[in-house]
T-cell receptor
Framework: NAGVTQTPKFQVLKTGQSMTLQCAQD?????MSWYRQDPGMGLRLIHY???????DQGEVPNGYNVSRSTTEDFPLRLLSAAPSQTSVYFC???????????FGPGTRLTVT | QKEVEQDPGPLSVPEGAIVSLNCTYS??????FMWYRQYSRKGPELLMY????GNKEDGRFTAQVDKSSKYISLFIRDSQPSDSATYLC??????????????FGQGTTLQVKP
């Protein structure tokens, strides 16, 4: 089991560029989430999904899009990157029978 | 005001000390309370979770929830240098199931000195 994998590990973007952060899990978890982590702010929920084809907004969804076409994958898209999106992004997954969420290793994104 | 408040620290203690980490919250709908541990440059991992009020013990770790005061705590006994990490509290108001919608505190950075 690879658990939750995220790519890339590091990324530098220029303002206005777009990109997709990839997230995959091999545990057949129904629930997947994206969080961003900033100094002094803890983890803030961006978007989450309770199953393939179902997504919903979290606390800070603006500037991000998601879709979930398969159980395994939950990509996060930045449509037009802004310096305020400089952060560490974590993907997480969980099953419906446990409150444990398994986190990926994170993607460190810098927008200049 | 944030829904969940946690002192970011840093907290520095000598090896063997008892550590107390705390969070307060404002949403009375929260029923599930979790503590995650995050080592530097890694993703968080679940340490403990409790439902509603009460205590839960797991080895050197004890989690306490006081819903009347909207206050949760994590105690670490006989702290070790390997406990040095950031500890994040997290909460959910769900009655059942996990929809991946947790509210996190800011995290407290703990350093245990040998």
């Amino acid at each position: 089991n690879a658990g939750v994998t995220q790519t890339p590990k590091f990324q530098v973007l220029k303002t206005g560029q777009s990109m997709t952060l990839q997230c995959a899990q091999d545990m057949n978890h129904e629930y997947m989430s994206w969080y961003r982590q900033d100094p002094g702010m803890g983890l803030r929920l961006i978007h989450y999904s309770v199953g393939a084809g179902i997504t919903d907004q979290g606390e800070v969804p603006n500037g991000y899009n998601v879709s979930r076409s398969t159980t395994e994958d939950f990509p996060l898209r930045l449509l037009s990157a802004a310096p305020s999106q400089t952060s560490v992004y974590f993907c997480a997954s969980g099953s419906g029978t446990s409150y444990e969420q398994y986190f990926g290793p994170g993607t460190r994104l810098t927008v200049t | 005001q944030k829904e969940v408040e946690q002192d970011p620290g840093p907290l520095s203690v000598p090896e063997g000390a008892i550590v107390s980490l705390n969070c307060t919250y404002s949403n009375s709908a929260f029923q599930y309370f979790m503590w995650y541990r995050q080592y530097s440059r890694k993703g968080p991992e679940l340490l403990m979770y409790t439902y509603s009020s009460g205590n839960k013990e797991d080895g050197r770790f004890t989690a306490q929830v006081d819903k009347s005061s909207k206050y949760i705590s994590l105690f670490i006994r006989d702290s070790q240098p390997s406990d040095s990490a950031t500890y994040l509290c997290a909460m959910s108001g769900l009655i059942s199931g996990n929809t991946g919608k947790l509210i996190f505190g800011q995290g407290t950075t703990l350093q245990v000195k040998p």
